[in-house]
């Protein structure tokens, strides 16, 4: 199906609207940010920002559409599972994001317009890492713990300064229907450690698959529509 | 009387087989709500089992949950699954938006591409462990990946 004439319409009147660079410095800022941060991590990738200015114009409907001064990345819209992710550091946005904008998400309303921007990015940024958990075995010698009554799976990690996965590992029949007061669970002292690996391409077709989720089919031809309708 | 008998004995009076796969997503979509693993300011477009997983000696369930974000004026998807216990209760979600959840062996399920864990790591094999009070992201070439079934 074709994009409908009445969207290419409101998006030709958007970019011709001296409205639109209104948050570009905003957009060139973050991403010269995370450039200068992470760009030494793996394949970091190119970041063109007049694709994310496409991004913001598609999700806001552009200056004459009502988020334009509020959400204008539609993040912290209700439902929105982003916003919640990034305020938590879920999904190992705490390792991309900056420390003043972790800062700012707690502090700020998400409608202000900058914000909600940076927040977009860095959900983006967030979705475009591919990061991988190590391990990391912190004493060679093994440990007991003897399960006590009401003990679950996470509190003996967490008391024990050990993680899930080495005491599924050390202990591979064990589930947590089968803890019982007295038995015993072997591990070693460890800790997880999360790291960039590598990053995926940022283009029209990831943002429609990663951001939108599909939402809209028709939301990387939108994008390269208003991306061929800024460069110059 | 004739009419009743002749009823029984086509079966007209006998649930149909199909009714059960209803009933039963309806149960799932009633345990998704009840473990707020659904947002009401959410619209769900689909909720369904994909396979099952043994994990720590415990059979575990998994289904394949898409909610829509209805912005203005882009409507954004967001895709889980979500591991249930045999009592239904939701032991763990796993983003796998942009990724479809293809089949269940042993304690793993493999997908079409990968997905992300709350704690960023990312991969197309989710290994459930602990019976599901851990999980773990792992990457595996797609032409490694065993049969489903068995």
């Known amino acids: 199906m074709a994009i409908d004439p009445g969207w290419t319409a409101t998006m030709d009147a958007a970019v011709q609207n001296p409205h639109s660079a209104d948050y570009d410095s905003v957009i060139q800022a973050a991403l010269a940010d995370y450039k200068a941060r992470l760009g030494a991590t793996p394949n970091f990738p190119a970041l063109d920002w007049l694709l994310f200015k496409a991004l913001i114009l598609t999700e806001s409907g552009g200056p004459a559409g009502a988020a334009w001064t509020g959400r204008v990345m539609q993040i912290g819209n209700p439902g929105d599972p982003a916003y919640t992710v990034l305020k938590n550091g879920g999904e190992g946005s705490a390792l991309v994001m900056g420390a003043q904008l972790r800062i700012d998400l707690d502090t700020r309303p998400i409608a202000t317009p900058s914000l909600n921007i940076q927040a977009g990015i860095a959900y983006v940024m967030t979705k475009a890492a591919v990061m991988q958990l190590h391990e990391v075995i912190d004493s060679p010698t093994p440990s007991n713990h003897v399960v006590k009554r009401g003990d679950a799976?996470?509190?003996?990690?967490?008391?024990?300064h050990t993680t899930l996965q080495e005491l599924a590992e050390m202990n591979p029949k064990t589930n947590a229907g089968s803890l019982h007061p007295g038995q015993i669970l072997s591990f070693h002292r460890a800790h997880m450690q999360v790291a960039i690996i590598d990053w995926h391409a940022v283009t029209a077709n990831f943002l429609a698959t990663r951001y939108n989720g599909?939402?809209?089919?028709?939301?990387?031809?939108?994008l390269t529509y208003v991306l061929g309708k800024l460069q110059p | 009387m004739g009419?009743?008998?002749?009823?029984?004995?086509?079966?007209?009076?006998?649930?149909?087989?199909?009714?059960?796969?209803?009933?039963?997503?309806?149960?799932?979509?009633?345990?998704?709500?009840?473990g707020h693993v659904l947002d009401p300011a959410r619209v769900l477009l689909r909720a369904s089992y994909v396979c099952s997983v043994?994990?720590?000696?415990?059979?575990?369930?998994?289904?394949?949950?898409l909610e829509q974000v209805r912005g203005q004026p882009e409507p954004r998807n967001y895709e889980r699954v979500v591991l249930l216990s045999a009592a239904l209760a939701p032991l763990q979600q796993i983003d796998v938006t942009?990724?479809?959840?293809?089949?269940?062996?042993?304690d793993s399920l493999y997908l079409s591409s990968d997905a992300t864990a709350p704690d960023g790591s990312s991969g197309n094999v989710i290994e459930f462990l602990l019976g599901g009070a851990a999980v773990q992201m792992n990457e595996l070439d797609p032409t490694r990946f065993p049969l489903p079934g068995g």
Do not use: M
Request: one cysteine or more.
């Open chain 2, 54 to 65: 043994t994990s720590g000696g415990e059979r575990l369930f998994v289904a394949d949950v």
């Open chain 1, 153 to 160: 799976f996470a509190r003996i990690a967490n008391s024990e």
């Open chain 2, 3 to 34: 009419l009743a008998l002749a009823a029984l004995l086509l079966g007209a009076a006998a649930p149909q087989p199909a009714t059960q796969l209803e009933a039963a997503q309806s149960g799932l979509i009633a345990a998704l709500r009840a």
């Open chain 1, 214 to 222: 599909g939402g809209d089919k028709n939301y990387e031809a939108k």
């Open chain 2, 98 to 106: 942009g990724a479809t959840p293809w089949f269940c062996k042993s």
